[in-house]
């Protein structure tokens, strides 16, 4: 299978910790990207690495890539209960396989006020 | 404006029935989707539509059929509905780049029981 793998599955922690949430993959990869969706059930892009960097910030979010490994981390710096959902990574083929992403498991991360 | 949208955003429906759910996109995109998430929230491609050509097909049963009209819509077609079809489906589009494609922009998602 080439879905990705998360950990941990579930993360609980207090409003103003940092949350981190790691990622591997399987196979080769044009570049990986981190998707949050709350309890509605919204799917929002959060931030998009490609295989040829290492690390990319966006406010309070960091997300490092390491390729040789085959692993992604996110990191969230400062966490708000507002924050709390579910945080998915995907992978992107390359070019000729239509740009299909394919998802880990996600990460339930629970912040509490 | 809703950048991505589906209708209906819940469908409860009897087994054996057959059933359509609509994606519409505004974004200018090239590239639509279908993807359905599980009850343990696994996110699975099924199908991906680039210009109206099918261009992604992850071995979904034949009782699945997508549909898109114009790059802007892309429609999914489910006959003779089984109880493993309960799931939430989502719709997404994206835009190829040089080199690749890149983020999407994912739908409400429609929510389907089938009892």
């Known amino acids: 299978s080439q879905q990705g793998e998360e950990d941990p599955q579930a993360l609980s922690i207090q409003e103003g910790e940092n949350a981190t949430m790691n990622c591997s993959y399987k196979t080769s990869i044009n570049n990986l990207q981190w998707y949050r969706q709350n309890s509605g059930r919204d799917l929002v892009h959060l931030i998009l690495i490609r295989s040829n960097e290492r690390e990319k910030h966006s406010g309070r979010l960091r997300v490092t890539l390491d390729t040789s490994k085959k692993s992604s981390s996110l990191l969230i710096t400062a966490s708000r209960a507002a924050d709390t959902a579910s945080y998915f990574c995907?992978?992107?083929?390359?070019?000729?396989?239509?740009?299909?992403?394919?998802f880990g498991q996600g990460t339930e991360l629970s912040v509490k006020p | 404006d809703t950048a991505v949208s589906q209708t209906p955003k819940y469908l409860v429906t009897q087994m054996g029935n057959d059933k359509s759910i609509k994606c519409e996109q505004n974004?200018?995109?090239?590239?639509m989707y279908w993807y359905k998430q599980d009850s343990k929230k696994f996110l699975k491609i099924m199908f991906s539509?680039?210009?109206?050509?099918?261009?992604i097909n992850e071995t979904v049963p034949n009782r699945f059929s997508p549909k898109s009209p114009d790059k802007a819509h892309l429609n999914l077609h489910i006959n003779s509905l089984e109880l493993g079809d309960s799931a939430v489906y989502f719709c997404?589009?994206?835009?190829?780049?040089?080199?690749?494609?890149?983020?999407?922009?994912f739908g409400p998602g429609t929510r389907l029981t089938v009892t």
């Open positions: 995907a992978t992107a083929a390359h070019y000729n396989q239509g740009g299909k992403l394919i």
């Open positions: 539509y680039n210009n109206k050509e099918l261009i």
């Open positions: 974004l200018g995109h090239d590239t």
């Open positions: 997404a589009s994206s835009q190829a780049k040089a080199g690749g494609f890149y983020e999407q922009y």
